[in-house]
């Protein structure tokens, strides 16, 4: 998330940024695009989960809009927003990530709040150092490099930083096209829209192979049901409407389309797991433990948060606890080890024997006969 924090400092602060040239979405995909619209709409009406300012982010840059349903999102944020800048006061309640707090302003500032009220300017004044502070630790490259791309041109900085912008860029930009894969996706199909949003910038992309190769990856996934996440699609959203996050300091509020209708007696109803049973083996890996392996059968279409909980309620050996995140459930324990930021380790969600899942625990759904495997492993 420190590399929202970059992208957001700079988007607040420098106000205009020369618009970038994003990559063409062929013709005829105006349904798929409005369904996408839709259905990153109607996460909206989920009153359960914290408003996610990046949903609303993604939808402001869509062309477009519930301007009503917008509204009543935005004063959630807001109300969340002023829950944690009460936090921020408090040492005995938990921090929220600079990222997070920079996604926030980003979400105010795409509404045309007034940035420069007391409350906000002391949060961009905090992420300001932090961006001097913390840069070394920026992990997101695309993200990153977006911030690096605003810097660029900017007065605020010194020649000599400007010259390790520029070399920062050139190293985000070789990274990400060495990363683009046969079917045309960045690393991996969700980690794409960010790419895009970033390589977009230099001109001579829109007309090379990349571009039409990543968008016609996400455009295939998007056909595959791949995009449900809501996270997920708020930064696909951008990239449909030939926008990226760097858009935010030009938004308009006034004049937007108003023709997106969603009822408010609209049930967000989940992805029930119906019809056939299927057979599921989980594997828990401890770098000094023997394996763990428990095998249940369960209702076609799980996802693997389902199929953890029933593997806890059938098995007394195996417990298991997540974490909500703005992507949604994210594993910490397992059978009581947890996860520790000071020690770098994770849990990392593989297929076996050894494929790293793209998607969360709440997102993926393994198919019969599959083998996961819950492997505490370190960040490199």
Not at 30 to 38: A, G, K, Q
Not at 142 to 166: D, I, Q, R
């Given at each position: 998330?420190?590399a929202?924090?970059?992208?957001?400092?700079?988007?607040?602060?420098?106000g205009?940024?020369t618009?970038?040239d994003l990559c063409?979405?062929p013709?005829?995909?105006n349904?798929l695009v409005?369904?996408?619209?839709l259905?990153?709409?109607?996460?909206?009406?989920?009153t359960?989960?914290?408003?996610?300012?990046?949903i609303?982010?993604?939808?402001?840059?869509?062309e477009?809009?519930s301007?009503?349903?917008e509204?009543d999102?935005?004063?959630?944020?807001k109300?969340?927003?002023?829950s944690i800048?009460?936090?921020?006061?408090s040492?005995?309640?938990?921090?929220?990530?600079t990222?997070?707090?920079?996604?926030?302003?980003?979400?105010?500032?795409?509404?045309?709040?007034?940035?420069?009220?007391?409350?906000?300017?002391?949060?961009?004044?905090?992420l300001k150092?932090?961006?001097?502070?913390?840069?070394?630790?920026i992990?997101?490259?695309?993200?990153?490099?977006?911030a690096?791309?605003?810097?660029?041109?900017s007065s605020?900085?010194?020649?000599?930083l400007?010259s390790e912008?520029e070399?920062?860029?050139?190293?985000?930009?070789?990274?990400?096209?060495?990363?683009?894969?046969?079917d045309?996706?960045?690393?991996?199909?969700?980690s794409?829209?960010?790419?895009?949003q970033?390589l977009?910038?230099f001109?001579?992309l829109?007309?090379?192979e990349?571009?039409?190769?990543?968008?016609?990856?996400l455009?295939e996934?998007?056909?595959?049901?791949?995009?449900?996440?809501?996270?997920?699609?708020?930064q696909?959203?951008?990239?449909?409407?030939?926008?990226?996050?760097?858009?935010?300091?030009d938004?308009?509020?006034?004049?937007?389309?108003?023709?997106l209708f969603?009822?408010?007696n609209?049930?967000v109803?989940p992805?029930?797991?119906?019809?056939?049973r299927?057979s599921i083996?989980?594997i828990?890996?401890l770098?000094s433990?023997?394996?763990?392996t428990?095998?249940?059968?369960?209702p076609?279409?799980s996802?693997?948060?389902?199929?953890?909980?029933?593997?806890e309620?059938?098995?007394?050996?195996?417990?298991?606890?997540?974490?909500?995140?703005?992507?949604?459930p994210?594993?910490?324990?397992?059978?009581?080890?947890?996860?520790?930021?000071?020690?770098r380790t994770?849990w990392?969600?593989?297929?076996?024997?050894?494929t790293?899942?793209?998607?969360?625990?709440?997102d993926?759904?393994?198919?019969?006969?599959?083998?996961?495997?819950l492997?505490?492993?370190?960040f490199?």
């Amino acid at each position: 998330m420190m590399a929202y924090t970059w992208l957001g400092v700079v988007v607040l602060l420098l106000g205009h940024i020369t618009k970038v040239d994003l990559c063409d979405i062929p013709d005829g995909n105006n349904r798929l695009v409005r369904s996408l619209n839709l259905k990153l709409l109607r996460t909206t009406l989920d009153t359960s989960v914290d408003p996610n300012p990046s949903i609303y982010i993604g939808l402001r840059l869509s062309e477009d809009h519930s301007l009503q349903r917008e509204s009543d999102y935005l004063q959630r944020l807001k109300t969340q927003l002023q829950s944690i800048i009460s936090g921020l006061k408090s040492v005995k309640q938990e921090q929220p990530s600079t990222g997070i707090i920079a996604l926030y302003l980003m979400a105010l500032k795409s509404s045309c709040e007034d940035m420069e009220k007391p409350d906000i300017m002391r949060l961009i004044t905090r992420l300001k150092h932090l961006l001097h502070e913390e840069k070394k630790q920026i992990d997101t490259e695309a993200m990153a490099g977006m911030a690096f791309l605003c810097l660029k041109n900017s007065s605020l900085y010194s020649p000599t930083l400007t010259s390790e912008v520029e070399q920062a860029i050139s190293s985000v930009k070789e990274k990400i096209l060495k990363s683009q894969n046969k079917d045309g996706s960045f690393g991996n199909i969700y980690s794409t829209p960010l790419a895009v949003q970033f390589l977009s910038a230099f001109r001579t992309l829109k007309d090379s192979e990349e571009c039409p190769k990543a968008t016609n990856a996400l455009l295939e996934s998007m056909k595959q049901g791949k995009f449900s996440n809501p996270m997920m699609m708020s930064q696909l959203m951008p990239v449909l409407h030939h926008k990226s996050y760097l858009d935010i300091a030009d938004v308009q509020c006034i004049n937007n389309e108003d023709n997106l209708f969603v009822s408010p007696n609209t049930v967000v109803v989940p992805d029930v797991a119906v019809g056939e049973r299927v057979s599921i083996r989980i594997i828990v890996q401890l770098p000094s433990n023997q394996p763990f392996t428990t095998s249940i059968e369960v209702p076609s279409r799980s996802s693997l948060l389902d199929i953890l909980n029933v593997a806890e309620k059938q098995n007394a050996n195996f417990t298991f606890k997540t974490k909500n995140t703005l992507y949604g459930p994210f594993l910490t324990t397992v059978n009581g080890v947890t996860a520790s930021s000071e020690e770098r380790t994770y849990w990392q969600l593989l297929k076996d024997p050894n494929t790293p899942l793209e998607e969360g625990v709440a997102d993926y759904k393994p198919e019969d006969g599959e083998i996961i495997i819950l492997r505490l492993s370190k960040f490199a």
